[in-house]
T-cell receptor, first 114, second 113 residues
Framework: GIQVEQSPPDLILQEGANSTLRCNFSDSVNNLQWFHQNPWGQLINLFY???GTKQNGRLSATTVATERYSLLYISSSQTTDSGVYFC????????????????FGRGTQLTVWP | EAQVTQNPRYLITVTGKKLTVTCSQN?????MSWYRQDPGLGLRQIYYSMNVEVTDKGDVPEGYKVSRKEKRNFPLILESPSPNQTSLYFCATWTGSLNTEAFFGQGTRLTVV
C-alpha cells in the first residue's frame, strides 16, 4: 500500500516562530488533506490540497504532486497551534480510480511555548 | 450545516459487553468509513462502505462489524469488546467523486476494562 511519511515527528517552538511540516507519499493521489488534532482529540480539517498552494490566515500548504510531497507552513505560531498535525492521502489506482480510503502519516507533534 | 455525528463521544465498558457506536451524516455522501487511532500509529481504517449494503474490510477489521442499511448511517459494532480495542474512533464520509475532500466526525473515545 501507499506509504505516508511525516517529518519531523516532534517540533517545539516558541510563540511567534515559523515552522514547516513535511509529508512525503509514495504513489499518485486523488486526495491529500492536512488535519490538526487538538488536545481534546478532535480532528480539524485544515486543507484539502491534492496539488497547488492554498492559504488560510497564518497557515498555508503546498503540494507538489509530481514529486509526491506536501508542506504545511505555520507562521507566527501561537500556543493554540499546539497539537498533532496529520497528513492523509487517498491513492489513485490505474485508470484514475480510487477507493476513497485515506492513509494517514504518523503525525507531527507540535508544542508551542509562550 | 454539513455534519458527521458520532455517538457516544465517550464510553467506558467491560470486556465482552456488546456495544454499538453510531455515525450519521447529512451530506448524502456515498462513502462512509471507520478509523481507529492509537498512540504513535496515526489513524488506520477499520471498515468502509461505498454505498448502501456494500461494505468491505479496511486494514484492521478484526473484532468489528459494520452495517449500511441506509445511506446516512454507518454503525460500528463490537460484539465482544476486548481491552486492545481501547482507542479513539473516527467516522468519515466522502462523496465518492474524485477531487473532493473527506469529512470526519468528532471522535469516540472508547475504554474497555
Amino acid at each position: 500500500g501507499i506509504q505516508v511519511e511525516q517529518s519531523p515527528p516532534d517540533l517545539i517552538l516558541q510563540e511567534g516562530a515559523n515552522s514547516t511540516l513535511r509529508c512525503n507519499f509514495s504513489d499518485s493521489v486523488n486526495n491529500l488533506q492536512w488535519f490538526h488534532q487538538n488536545p481534546w482529540g478532535q480532528l480539524i480539517n485544515l486543507f484539502y490540497i491534492p496539488s497547488g498552494t492554498k492559504q488560510n490566515g497564518r497557515l498555508s500548504a503546498t503540494t507538489v504532486a509530481t514529486e509526491r510531497y506536501s508542506l504545511l507552513y505555520i507562521s507566527s505560531s501561537q500556543t493554540t497551534d499546539s497539537g498533532v498535525y496529520f497528513c492523509a492521502v487517498d491513492p489513485l489506482f490505474d485508470r484514475g480510480s480510487t477507493l476513497g480510503r485515506l492513509y494517514f502519516g504518523r503525525g507531527t507533534q507540535l508544542t508551542v511555548w509562550p | 450545516e454539513a455534519q458527521v455525528t458520532q455517538n457516544p463521544r465517550y464510553l467506558i465498558t467491560v470486556t465482552g459487553k456488546k456495544l454499538t457506536v453510531t455515525c450519521s451524516q447529512n451530506m448524502n455522501h456515498e462513502y462512509m468509513s471507520w478509523y481507529r487511532q492509537d498512540p504513535g500509529l496515526g489513524l488506520r481504517q477499520i471498515y468502509y462502505s461505498m454505498n448502501v449494503e456494500v461494505t468491505d474490510k479496511g486494514d484492521v477489521p478484526e473484532g468489528y462489524k459494520v452495517s449500511r442499511k441506509e445511506k446516512r448511517n454507518f454503525p460500528l459494532i463490537l460484539e465482544s469488546p476486548s481491552p486492545n480495542q481501547t482507542s479513539l474512533y473516527f467516522c468519515a464520509t466522502w462523496t465518492g467523486s474524485l477531487n473532493t475532500e473527506a469529512f470526519f466526525g468528532q471522535g469516540t473515545r472508547l475504554t474497555v476494562v
